[in-house]
């Protein structure tokens, strides 16, 4: 699928509307779902100093469910506010290992009206798999559904990420 074809699919599950917590479920699942090198697509919500693991799709759960804002590369990115794109896990001391298989990773943060609230984490099996489409659209993807994020922290917090 191309990217405009998900930017696409993706704005057909935001006007359809609805449950934000369910909203976010089905962006990961057509994330993950629709480009083959996404092994693992999760989206982190800002809870006070931690990122929270919501919605998540790939073969098995992180252990990484809680992340302290500034630790490892998801908390980098939530702290700097942008993108990180590591083409070789293994060679970036940051890296929180979650899975013997992940390779590479992009972290996109999720912003509204400059704050960070949340971001999209994607690991794939194959190194160097992310490059600038993929941050583009990504990055396009985050803008689009940090109401989505910003509503779900102020319904009462992050939905169980054990609910997958």
Do not use: K
């Amino acid at each position: 699928m191309s990217h405009e074809d998900a930017l696409a699919e993706i704005g057909r599950i935001l006007d359809r509307g609805g449950d934000a917590d369910e909203v976010l479920r089905e962006v990961v699942e057509v994330l993950h779902d629709r480009f083959e090198g996404y092994a693992w697509v999760g989206i982190y919500l800002v809870e006070g100093d931690d990122l929270v693991l919501g919605p998540w799709q790939g073969p098995e759960a992180t252990e990484h469910v809680r992340i302290p804002v500034g630790q490892g590369i998801c908390g980098a990115a939530a702290e700097s506010g942008r993108t990180e794109i590591v083409d070789d896990v293994n060679a970036d001391p940051r890296y929180l290992a979650c899975f013997p298989s992940t390779r590479s990773e992009i972290v996109v943060p999720i912003a509204y009206e400059g704050q960070v609230v949340g971001e999209i984490d994607i690991d794939s099996d194959r190194p160097a798999a992310f490059g600038e489409d993929d941050r583009a659209f990504l990055e396009r993807v985050a803008a689009l559904i940090s109401p989505h994020c910003l509503a779900v922290r102020d319904m009462g917090g992050v939905p169980r990420s054990d609910l997958n």
